[in-house]
């Protein structure tokens, strides 16, 4: 079965640094999200994404993210200058090819630190 | 926007018992899944339950969509049940959202 795979497993990065995680989404799909989830907390909602543009994304997805698909393939979240508080589990999933009655399909997830 | 509250919080089970977790959503939603946390931090989808009832071995679901709930019910409790249980739901108005619960931790006792 087809499956979202995402990289790196475990991301550990200084205060302040950049960092970039990456997905790799079903390959037919065509709608794609970011969920963040702190240690003990439940999983929340960050963006999603379909035909190339943000469709919605929440009050935590502020001007230091950003998502990107920069091929057929990868779907990316960026962080810019990263914070204490971004130390979190962060799942990507991907849904799809039709518009409705579709299930999210969820990765692995990346685990980051930040120290 | 819309609101997911899931009951118990908390629940612990002697293994072999039966349990119902649920799940009430605030507002017409366009899909709704339950998923399984594991240790590992991995998020396993139970079950993709907008509406209806589905049954999968010891595990079954139903919502009731026009009541705006949906109900996991779990037989014969294993110890690797343990774990915490997440209901989400997708409203697909213009933009698309998920919103999950804060879940249900259920820890099985041998």
């Known amino acids: 079965e087809p499956e979202v795979t995402q990289t790196p497993s475990h991301q550990v990065t200084q205060m302040g640094q950049e960092v970039i995680l990456r997905c790799v989404p079903i390959?037919?799909?065509?709608?794609f999200y970011w969920y963040r989830q702190i240690l003990g907390q439940k999983v929340e909602f960050l963006v999603s994404?379909?035909?190339?543009?943000?469709?919605?994304k929440s009050e935590i997805f502020d001007d230091q993210f950003s998502v990107e698909r920069p091929d057929g393939s990868n779907f990316t979240l960026k962080i810019r200058s990263t914070k204490l508080e971004d130390s979190a589990m962060y799942f990507c999933?991907?849904?799809?090819?039709?518009?409705?009655?579709?299930?999210?399909?969820f990765g692995d997830g990346t685990r980051l630190s930040i120290l | 926007g819309i609101q997911v509250e899931q009951s118990p919080p908390d629940l612990i089970l002697q293994e072999g018992a039966n349990s119902t977790l649920r799940c009430n959503f605030s507002?017409?939603?366009?899909?709704l899944q339950w998923f399984h946390q594991n240790p590992w931090g991995q998020l396993i989808n139970l079950f993709y339950?907008?509406?209806g009832t589905k049954q999968n071995g010891r595990l079954s679901a139903t919502t009731v969509a026009t009541e705006r709930y949906s109900l996991l019910y779990i037989s014969s409790s294993q110890t690797t049940d343990s774990g915490v249980y997440f209901c989400?739901?997708?409203?697909?108005?213009?933009?698309?959202?998920?919103?999950f619960g804060a879940g249900t931790r259920l820890f099985v006792k041998a």
């Open positions: 999933a991907s849904s799809g090819p039709g518009y409705s009655n579709q299930p999210q399909h």
């Open positions: 390959s037919n799909h065509l709608y």
């Open positions: 994404f379909y035909n190339n543009e943000i469709s919605e």
């Open positions: 507002d017409s939603v366009n899909n």
């Open positions: 339950i907008p509406s």
């Open positions: 989400a739901v997708e409203r697909r108005t213009g933009g698309f959202k998920t919103i």
